[in-house]
C-alpha cells in the first residue's frame, strides 16, 4: 500500500522482451546443440546445460523481481524468502544427485546387474 | 475489509507489533509464504528426478527425441518448438497479469478487467496446450520391445531412422483375446492388448533384413547405441512384450521413470496452472462487480498476481529440466 503509484508499463515490456529474448536462445541452443559446448563439460556438466541453467536462473531472476515486484519489497522480505530458497535448494540437489550418481556406481561396476 | 487490506497503524515499527511486519500486508506476506513452500515441493520433485535420471543417466532418454510433435505438421519432426510456444504463452499471460496489477495500482477498472480476462485466456490454452502433449505422450509414436530385463529396444533403419512397429510387423493367424470382467471372475482383468504381439514383432523384423535394434544406452557421442544385425537379432529373441505409448509403468520412450516424472511434475504444474485460473476468474468477477473499487485497493489482484507469475516460474524449470537438459 505504501508504494507509490507510478505506472511502470514500460519496464513490464521491457523485462517481457528479455524473457522471450532468452527463451528464444535457449531453443535454438537446444535444437542445434553446439558441438563445442556440448561435447565439453566443466565439473560434470556439459556447457550447454551449465547455459540452460544460467539462463533459467536469469529468466527467475527476472520473473521474481519485475513481475512479482519482488524489487520493491523491503530486504527483510526478500531475504526471508530468497534465502531459504536457495539454501534448502541447493542442499537438497547436492544430497539427491550425489546418492544418484552413487547408486549408478554401484549398478555400473558391482556384482548386482541392471540390464540383462 | 479491515481484514483483507491493513490499512491503519503500518507507520508504526516494523518488529514492534505494528500490523504490516515487513512492510506488506497480510495477505501479501502469507502468500509468499505460500510460496515459499510450494516452490520446495516442486524442487524436491525436481530434485527427485534429478536422483532418477542420474541413477539411470547411461540410459535417460533424450528429450528433443521425445516431445517432436507441432499441431497441423504430421510426420514433421519439430522438437521443441511446441513447449517454447507454451512457454510464449505463459510468460505473456504473466506479462498481461502484471499489467492488470499495475492497473489496479491506479484503480483503473476497465484495464484491469480487460488484463485479467487475457490472463485467463492464457491460462485456458495452457492447459490446452498442455493436454495435448500429454495426449501424444501417451499415444506414441514409434512402438518398442520390452526385455525380459526391462530393458527397451526401439527399432531404426539403416541410416539410424527410427521405424514404427506398424510398418513391419506381420499379421500372425494368433488371437489373444483381452481378459475382461465379464469374461472371467469379476477380480480377473487386464489392460488394453498392445496392437502386435512379440512374435508379430519378432517375424516382422526376421522378414526385414535392413532393420536394426538400438538400445536405450546413450553412446560417447551423446546418442543412443545401434546395434549389429547379429546383436539385434539376440536381443529381440529376449522380448518379452510390446510397448506402445506411455502409461505409468512403461513407456515406449525408454526408462519407465521418465514417464513417471513427465506426468507427476508436469500434471502437478499443470493442476498449480488450472487452480490459478480458477482463481483469476473469481477475481475478474470480483473486480467486474466493483468490490475492490469500493474497498479503494485492488491488493487482491496483487495476490493472485503473485500466485500467477509463481506457476510461470515453475514452468521456466520444468521447461528447462524436461526439455532442454
Given at each position: 500500500?505504501?508504494?507509490?503509484?507510478?505506472?511502470?508499463?514500460?519496464?513490464?515490456?521491457?523485462?517481457?522482451?528479455?524473457?522471450?529474448?532468452?527463451?528464444i536462445?535457449?531453443?535454438?541452443?537446444?535444437?542445434?546443440?553446439?558441438?563445442?559446448?556440448?561435447?565439453?563439460?566443466l565439473?560434470?556438466?556439459?556447457?550447454?546445460?551449465?547455459?540452460?541453467?544460467?539462463?533459467?536462473?536469469?529468466?527467475?531472476?527476472?520473473?521474481?523481481?519485475?513481475?512479482?515486484?519482488?524489487?520493491?519489497?523491503?530486504?527483510?522480505?526478500?531475504?526471508?524468502?530468497?534465502?531459504?530458497?536457495?539454501?534448502?535448494?541447493?542442499?537438497?540437489?547436492?544430497?539427491?544427485?550425489?546418492?544418484?550418481?552413487?547408486?549408478?556406481?554401484?549398478?555400473?561396476?558391482?556384482?548386482?546387474?541392471?540390464?540383462? | 475489509?479491515?481484514a483483507?487490506?491493513?490499512?491503519?497503524?503500518?507507520?508504526?515499527?516494523?518488529?514492534?507489533?505494528?500490523?504490516?511486519?515487513?512492510?506488506?500486508?497480510?495477505g501479501?506476506?502469507?502468500?509468499?509464504?505460500?510460496?515459499?513452500?510450494?516452490?520446495?515441493?516442486?524442487?524436491?520433485?525436481?530434485?527427485?528426478?534429478?536422483?532418477?535420471?542420474?541413477?539411470?543417466?547411461?540410459?535417460?532418454?533424450?528429450?528433443?527425441?521425445?516431445?517432436?510433435?507441432?499441431?497441423?505438421?504430421?510426420?514433421?519432426?519439430?522438437?521443441?518448438?511446441?513447449?517454447?510456444?507454451?512457454?510464449?504463452?505463459l510468460?505473456?499471460?504473466?506479462?498481461?497479469?502484471?499489467?492488470?496489477?499495475?492497473?489496479?495500482?491506479?484503480?483503473?477498472?476497465?484495464?484491469?478487467?480487460?488484463?485479467?480476462?487475457?490472463?485467463?485466456?492464457?491460462?485456458?490454452?495452457?492447459?490446452?496446450?498442455?493436454?495435448?502433449?500429454?495426449?501424444?505422450?501417451?499415444?506414441?509414436?514409434?512402438?518398442?520391445?520390452?526385455?525380459?530385463?526391462?530393458?527397451?529396444?526401439?527399432?531404426?533403419?539403416?541410416?539410424?531412422?527410427?521405424?514404427?512397429?506398424?510398418?513391419?510387423?506381420?499379421?500372425?493367424?494368433?488371437?489373444?483375446?483381452?481378459?475382461?470382467?465379464?469374461?472371467?471372475?469379476?477380480?480377473?482383468?487386464?489392460?488394453?492388448?498392445?496392437?502386435?504381439?512379440?512374435?508379430?514383432?519378432?517375424a516382422?523384423?526376421?522378414?526385414?533384413?535392413?532393420?536394426l535394434?538400438?538400445?536405450?544406452?546413450?553412446?560417447?557421442?551423446?546418442?543412443?547405441?545401434i546395434?549389429?544385425?547379429?546383436?539385434?537379432?539376440?536381443?529381440?529373441?529376449?522380448?518379452?512384450?510390446?510397448?506402445?505409448?506411455?502409461?505409468?509403468?512403461?513407456?515406449?520412450?525408454g526408462?519407465?521413470?521418465?514417464?513417471?516424472?513427465?506426468?507427476?511434475?508436469?500434471g502437478?504444474?499443470?493442476?498449480?496452472?488450472?487452480?490459478g485460473?480458477?482463481?483469476?476468474?473469481?477475481?475478474?468477477?470480483?473486480?467486474?462487480?466493483?468490490?475492490?473499487?469500493?474497498?479503494?485497493?485492488?491488493e487482491?489482484?496483487?495476490?493472485?498476481?503473485?500466485?500467477?507469475?509463481?506457476?510461470?516460474?515453475?514452468?521456466?524449470?520444468?521447461?528447462?529440466?524436461?526439455?532442454?537438459?
Amino acid at each position: 500500500m505504501s508504494h507509490e503509484h507510478a505506472s511502470n508499463v514500460g519496464r513490464i515490456w521491457k523485462v517481457f522482451g528479455i524473457l522471450s529474448a532468452v527463451t528464444i536462445l535457449e531453443v535454438f541452443l537446444g535444437i542445434f546443440k553446439p558441438e563445442a559446448l556440448h561435447m565439453n563439460s566443466l565439473m560434470g556438466m556439459n556447457l550447454l546445460n551449465w547455459i540452460f541453467y544460467l539462463l533459467t536462473i536469469y529468466k527467475a531472476y527476472y520473473i521474481v523481481w519485475a513481475f512479482m515486484h519482488m524489487e520493491g519489497e523491503k530486504s527483510s522480505l526478500r531475504n526471508a524468502v530468497v534465502f531459504p530458497l536457495i539454501f534448502l535448494i541447493l542442499y537438497i540437489l547436492f544430497i539427491f544427485l550425489t546418492e544418484g550418481d552413487y547408486i549408478y556406481e554401484v549398478f555400473k561396476n558391482s556384482t548386482i546387474k541392471w540390464n540383462f | 475489509m479491515e481484514a483483507t487490506v491493513t490499512t491503519a497503524n503500518s507507520e508504526e515499527k516494523t518488529w514492534g507489533g505494528g500490523n504490516e511486519p515487513m512492510g506488506a500486508s497480510y495477505g501479501k506476506l502469507m502468500m509468499w509464504f505460500f510460496i515459499v513452500s510450494d516452490a520446495l515441493t516442486f524442487s524436491g520433485f525436481l530434485a527427485a528426478y534429478g536422483f532418477s535420471r542420474f541413477k539411470f543417466i547411461e540410459t535417460w532418454p533424450l528429450a528433443d527425441e521425445v516431445f517432436t510433435h507441432f499441431p497441423f505438421l504430421h510426420g514433421v519432426s519439430a522438437p521443441m518448438y511446441y513447449v517454447a510456444l507454451m512457454t510464449f504463452i505463459l510468460i505473456f499471460s504473466s506479462v498481461t497479469m502484471v499489467l492488470a496489477v499495475d492497473a489496479g495500482h491506479q484503480m483503473k477498472k476497465d484495464k484491469v478487467v480487460l488484463y485479467m480476462f487475457l490472463t485467463i485466456i492464457g491460462g485456458f490454452i495452457f492447459v490446452g496446450s498442455q493436454a495435448w502433449e500429454w495426449k501424444n505422450f501417451i499415444k506414441g509414436e514409434y512402438g518398442a520391445i520390452e526385455t525380459k530385463g526391462g530393458s527397451l529396444l526401439q527399432f531404426v533403419d539403416k541410416d539410424g531412422k527410427r521405424v514404427a512397429l506398424a510398418d513391419f510387423a506381420v499379421t500372425l493367424p494368433e488371437e489373444r483375446e483381452q481378459l475382461k470382467r465379464n469374461k472371467a471372475k469379476w477380480f480377473m482383468e487386464e489392460g488394453e492388448l498392445p496392437s502386435y504381439s512379440v512374435a508379430e514383432v519378432q517375424a516382422g523384423f526376421k522378414a526385414h533384413p535392413d532393420l536394426l535394434i538400438r538400445t536405450e544406452i546413450v553412446n560417447a557421442n551423446k546418442q543412443k547405441t545401434i546395434l549389429s544385425r547379429k546383436e539385434s537379432e539376440t536381443r529381440l529373441s529376449q522380448a518379452h512384450y510390446v510397448v506402445e505409448g506411455a502409461n505409468l509403468i512403461r513407456n515406449e520412450y525408454g526408462s519407465k521413470l521418465f514417464a513417471d516424472f513427465f506426468f507427476f511434475i508436469t500434471g502437478f504444474h499443470g493442476f498449480h496452472v488450472f487452480s490459478g485460473v480458477i482463481i483469476n476468474i473469481i477475481i475478474f468477477f470480483n473486480v467486474l462487480l466493483g468490490t475492490y473499487d469500493k474497498r479503494k485497493s485492488y491488493e487482491m489482484v496483487e495476490k493472485v498476481g503473485l500466485y500467477w507469475h509463481f506457476v510461470d516460474l515453475v514452468w521456466v524449470f520444468v521447461f528447462t529440466v524436461f526439455y532442454l537438459v
